[in-house]
Nanobody, 126 residues
Framework: QVQLVESGGGLVQAGGSLRVSCAVS????????MGWFRQAPGKEREFVAA????????NYADSVKGRFTISRDNAEKTVYLRMNSLKPEDTAVYYC???????????????????WGQGTQVTVSS
């Protein structure tokens, strides 16, 4: 079935950058939207970024707009999140997810995704 594996997390200083990756198997990757969400200790999982099925549109949370960039490589069946100018408040476990519906846009709601990875920890020190 569908499986997602995140990688690339780690410890960085404030102002630094990091790229996390998500490799997908078990679904026709190029026909589905992909999203990134994050969850900090004691908080709900929140939307970070999304990209439409064909990469034609993207969507970002206000808190990361201008700093983060989502992209996808359909040949490699991988979605990326480049994080620049990192802040301590970006510290969280980052999860990738696959949209429920074929040919969907850059979805921003958790309920619009049906498969999730195990997450990768990103820690930003001050």
């Amino acid at each position: 079935q569908v499986q997602l594996v995140e990688s690339g997390g780690g410890l960085v200083q404030a102002g630094g950058s990091l790229r996390v990756s998500c490799a997908v198997s078990g679904r026709t990757f190029s026909r589905y939207a992909m999203g990134w969400f994050r969850q900090a200790p004691g908080k709900e999982r929140e939307f970070v970024a999304a990209i439409s099925w064909n990469g034609g549109s993207t969507n970002y949370a206000d808190s990361v707009k201008g700093r983060f960039t989502i992209s996808r490589d359909n040949a490699e069946k991988t979605v990326y999140l480049r994080m620049n100018s990192l802040k301590p408040e970006d510290t969280a476990v980052y999860y990738c997810a696959v949209g429920r519906t074929l040919y969907s846009g850059a979805l921003s709601q958790k309920t619009q995704y049906d498969y999730w990875g195990q997450g990768t920890q990103v820690t930003v020190s001050s």
